[in-house]
């Protein structure tokens, strides 16, 4: 039975304040002040009712109801209640465009545009020369056709979206030619083919998983046909015995045929990537040069700005895709357009670009200056860890992320964690994985061949600093 007596638990019970009493102590008017009455009220409730069914409980470690220990409990509740879900982290995964931890990060300009429309007004639709109602996508198209060669754009909330309503707009209740090597999925929900039945057209399949001829094209088109689809296969490679149709080979069929060629280019560069030494893409421009009628792709992949959908390409096509009512709930917010336009003006100084567009900053971080954030840091994770891990400082490749440039990688450096009996501790290191991601703002890395690997790619000056003063804690 309990350890403590009736009449003791009544002498405990007799010394508990109403909630009245309390929610009137200064404490608790500070505490409503900050947090609203009904959220307090139900908290010191909640807080009042364990510490009686400890007490009935008969459990011999509760005392009377000690005040002071109170209100630090309900106010630890209330800060932990409040705590934002939605919380940055560092990104040591090594992937720059890390679809699960928000893909692309947006350079200063783009910020402050996004925190004055935030807070002002703004002439989302309003057009300022004629004092009349506007269209949004007045705001971007003349800089997107300019950086594209495309005659007409739009944007909607992401590449998806963009596939969605290109497809619905230009061929429901027709037919769709796609490569069988084409038929991608890209994370999670999106396949081609269950885009293809939601627009309503219907796919037409040709050639084979590694081999496509132009000729399976032609033999393909009818008098159903709506549009040669061109998917760009962003996260995988096939390698071998292929053969694909560019675009340029596509053209003269287009147009000897009359049927449209549509490209969805996924991650979408507007600028030859091969100048910072980085893989070959190609460019938005190119695609419309080499013959494409209308062209898809992300705002937040490897143009480095908020998450979008641009569509570009011939203005009859871009008019029809405008005028669908999916367009409408597809729209993009007053946000995306405050972002993505100082993003797409960075494009016309490219040779600035590796400095202020942060995406290109990241992907083009030199080796060597990875590795002097690396030895920099190793210290401060050397003391958090405990003896039982070592942590070292050693290459490794990070990988540019978003199905963009699957197969290739980005030499780097960070911080290797191993156990330093030379034991492989998978429970261990699984173990300090899980306590860097319960840090204040979490560590995310990778556990993988028996060690911690924190790439620090990601770590730019500011964030190495808070990297650091997080880890040694406050005053050591
Ligand atoms: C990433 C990608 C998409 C989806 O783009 P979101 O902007 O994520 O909606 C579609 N198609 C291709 C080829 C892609 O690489």
């Known amino acids: ?56 409980s008969g459990c011999a470690s509760v005392g009377a109801l000690d005040l002071p220990e109170l209100t630090a409990s309900v106010e630890r509740s209330l800060h932990e209640r409040n705590r934002a879900r939605f919380r940055t982290v560092f990104n040591l995964t090594g992937t720059v465009l890390h679809t699960n931890l928000g893909r692309a990060l947006l350079p200063d300009t783009a ?45 909607v909330n992401n ?28 994370g999670g929900a999106f396949r081609i083919p269950d885009i293809m039945s939601r627009a309503g057209a219907k796919l037409r399949e040709v050639g084979t998983t590694n081999r496509t001829h132009l000729k399976d094209y032609d033999e393909a088109i009818g008098p159903r046909t709506a549009l040669l ?64 009628d209308v062209v898809t792709f992300s705002g937040d992949k490897l143009l480095g700005g908020p998450q979008a959908g641009l569509i570009v390409g011939r203005r009859d096509l871009i008019a029809k895709i405008k005028k669908h009512p999916l367009k409408r709930a597809l729209r993009v917010g007053k946000l995306t357009l405050a972002a993505l ?25 030199p080796a060597d200056a990875i590795r002097a954030a690396a030895e920099r840091v190793q210290p401060a994770l050397q003391r958090a860890a405990a003896e039982r891990y070592t942590v070292l400082v050693e290459p490794m490749f990070s990988q540019i992320g978003s199905g963009a440039l699957p197969v290739e990688v980005l030499p780097s450096y960070g911080l290797v964690v191993r156990m330093t009996d030379g034991k492989r501790g998978g429970r261990q290191l699984l173990a ?12 995310i890395g990778r556990v993988a061949d028996d060690a911690l690997r924190l790439d620090l790619r990601c770590l730019e000056a500011a964030d190495e600093a808070e990297f650091v003063a997080q880890l040694v804690g406050p005053e050591e």
């Open 341 to 365: 336009e100082p993003v797409l003006q960075l494009y016309r100084a490219p040779e600035l670009l590796a400095e202020r567009l942060t995406t290109l900053r990241l992907l083009t971080r």
């Open 159 to 186: 590449n998806a979206a963009a596939v969605l309503l290109t497809l619905s707009a230009l061929a429901s209740r027709k037919e769709v030619i796609v490569s069988r090597g084409e038929l991608v999925e890209i």
């Open 229 to 292: 689809m061109k998917v760009h296969t962003s996260n995988y490679a096939i390698n071998g015995f292929t053969k694909e149709v560019t675009v340029s080979g596509l053209a003269p069929l287009s147009k000897e045929r009359g049927v449209p060629i549509a490209v969805d280019l996924g991650s979408g560069t507007l600028v030859d990537l091969t100048q910072w030494g980085l893989p070959r893409e190609d460019t938005v421009r190119e695609t419309i040069l080499a013959g494409a």
């Open 432 to 443: 300090l994985e899980k306590k860097l991601r319960e840090m204040p703002r979490p560590v």
């Open 111 to 155: 910020i402050s545009a996004v925190v004055a429309a935030l807070t002002r007004p703004a002439n989302l639709e309003f057009d300022l020369e004629t004092g009349k109602r506007g269209d949004r996508d007045d705001l971007i198209d003349e800089l997107m056709c300019e950086l594209t060669g495309a005659e007409a754009a739009t944007v």
């Open 1 to 56: 039975m309990s350890d403590v007596t009736s009449a003791e638990l009544r002498a405990l019970m007799a010394h508990v304040p109403s909630v009245e009493q309390v929610m009137a102590s200064a404490a608790f008017v500070t505490l409503a002040g900050e947090f609203g009455r009904a959220q307090v009220l139900a908290t010191l409730r909640s807080a009042l009712d364990g510490w009686r069914a400890a007490a009935l």
